[in-house]
């Protein structure tokens, strides 16, 4: 059942935008999600925040760096959760580290993403997180755009969760 209430959220929010788009991975679209006007829009994070909270249960939040990270901290606030964040790549200074904050062999961790498409980058969190020792079998997203992500993770035995759909979110623009 679609949240109407987020769905008129991103588009109040303008994140929802029409038109041809060139995607992070290469690919084109007819839309575009703008996920930095959804998560510098303080309404659409708390409804988020609150969506989210009702689907996580006491494991380690974890957010992928950069998108997830407004998520997972706005998530980790309202329940009460720690959080970690899962970097692209180790950082080549400091600690060195891929996954910043606390995380214990064996602790079982649910990846917050903002948007999955190929669902390439929420796999590599997911293997980022089992590789430091984590149970992952779980990606919550806020919009899947369907097309690829869910059968990707699926095929690592990672379940795709999703707030809302590209279907769910562009049907009124689409009839």
Excluded at 48 to 59: M, N, Q
Excluded at 148 to 161: I, N
């Amino acid at each position: 059942m679609p949240n109407d209430e987020l769905i008129a959220a991103l588009r109040g929010a303008d994140a929802v935008r029409v038109g041809e788009f060139e995607l992070s991975h290469g690919g084109t679209s007819d839309y575009y999600v703008d996920k930095y006007l959804f998560e510098t829009d303080p309404h659409c994070l708390r409804l988020i925040a609150s969506a989210f909270a009702d689907r996580v249960g006491d494991e380690t939040l974890a957010g992928v760096a950069l998108g997830a990270v407004p998520l997972v901290a706005v998530t980790s606030a309202e329940t009460d959760t720690p959080y970690v964040i899962v970097r692209k790549q180790a950082k080549e200074y400091g600690t060195g580290n891929r996954i910043e904050g606390r995380l214990s062999n064996g602790e079982s961790a649910v990846v917050l993403e903002d948007i999955a498409t190929t669902g390439r980058s929420a796999l590599d969190a997911v293997e980022a997180l089992r590789d430091a020792g984590a149970t992952v079998d779980r990606v919550l997203v806020v919009v899947d755009r369907e097309e690829g992500a869910r059968e990707l993770l699926a095929d690592a035995d990672v379940e795709l969760d999703a707030l809302v759909t590209a279907a769910d979110l562009l049907a009124d623009d689409r009839e």
